[in-house]
């Protein structure tokens, strides 16, 4: 008697079999390919949003003035002649803050007194000069009525930081009354405009170069090394200009390559500085840096 066929699963033939195993590894590359796509497009997602804010900084806030309990590392300079009182023109405070803009154009000032007793009378009010780096922004008037808490925005031509910014406070009027200012950190400055461009870094090394040419062509050193520092300072500014045409069109080579030319023709100054006129160093390292920064800085 036959015993015919054993009960139990029905085996598929080897080439089904192998068929399924491709299907199956064919679906998990496609699942594995829509991850990895997934998570490329979250990681360009975080660059991009990570590169804007980056882009988008466009001011810093801090305190100022501080007084000397509250110095951190602010080196805050107080030369009033009562001090803490504001009583004498010419009183100042000057300190030097580290900023993360290197462009300045708007300042915030939100300056908090303790003690107030100005006039109420146009004329005759506090009035302090507000200077960046040595360049006066505004002029901060201080009246009786104000209170205890005085804020102002001032907007001027934009200023190019190269580093840490200077600010300073300077009594320039009064006609009577005494002020004490808050100094504990609650006193504060915005510096508002952003990132300075490769143009802004350009112009500013131009701006520099100037004077400086007009210093040396009205010194008293002999016509021939005169005229030599002379021709080297007139040829950084030629090319600074066909630089900023090119900044204009777009085209970072070129530009890059007149800034190049024009940083070798200031460093070739700066060699050939005579004895008796060393303080120029001091401006040819600082348009060197502008230079240097301005080639590093894409258009």
């Not at 000069?129 to 201080?142: A, K």
């Not at 031509?157 to 009594?171: E, T």
């Not at 100037?210 to 016509?223: A, E, H, K």
């Not at 090319?239 to 090119?246: E, F, P, T």
Request: hydrophobic share 40%; no cysteine; proline share 5%.
């Amino acid at each position: 008697m036959s015993l015919g066929k054993p009960i139990g699963r029905h085996k598929r033939p080897q080439a089904e079999r192998w068929k399924q195993v491709a299907e199956e590894e064919d679906s998990l590359r496609a699942r594995a390919t829509v991850i990895a796509l997934l998570l490329l497009l979250a990681v360009v997602g975080v660059s991009s949003s990570r590169q804007v804010a980056a882009d988008t900084q466009e001011s810093w806030t801090g305190p100022f003035p501080l007084d000397r309990p509250y110095l951190t590392y602010y080196p805050d300079d107080w030369n009033l002649a009562r001090y803490p009182n504001w009583t004498e023109i010419g009183d100042e405070v000057t300190g030097t803050r580290e900023i993360s803009i290197t462009k300045i154009s708007i300042i915030d000032i939100d300056l908090k007194l303790s003690w107030n007793t100005a006039s109420d009378m146009i004329g005759r009010q506090f009035v302090f000069e507000v200077s960046l780096n040595g360049i006066v922004v505004g002029y901060l008037d201080i009246f009786g009525y104000n209170g205890l808490s005085r804020t102002q925005t001032y907007t001027f031509s934009p200023i190019v930081a190269m580093g840490p910014v200077v600010v300073r406070y300077k009594l320039v009027d009064r006609d009577g009354g005494k002020i004490i200012m808050i100094a504990d950190g609650s006193s504060t400055i915005t510096l508002r405009d952003g990132l300075a461009t490769k143009k802004d870094w350009a112009n500013e090394a131009l701006a520099k170069l100037n004077p400086l040419y007009y210093d040396v062509d009205q010194s008293g050193i002999d016509q021939g090394p005169r005229h030599s520092l002379l021709s080297k300072l007139d040829r950084a500014i030629e090319k600074i200009d066909q630089a900023l045409v090119y900044i204009e069109k777009g085209n970072d080579e070129r530009a890059n390559n007149k800034l190049r030319i024009a940083l070798n023709a200031v460093e070739s100054f700066s060699e050939r500085i005579p004895p008796g006129y060393e303080y120029w160093q001091s401006d040819a390292v600082e348009i060197v840096m502008l230079i240097e920064t301005a080639i590093r800085t894409p258009i």
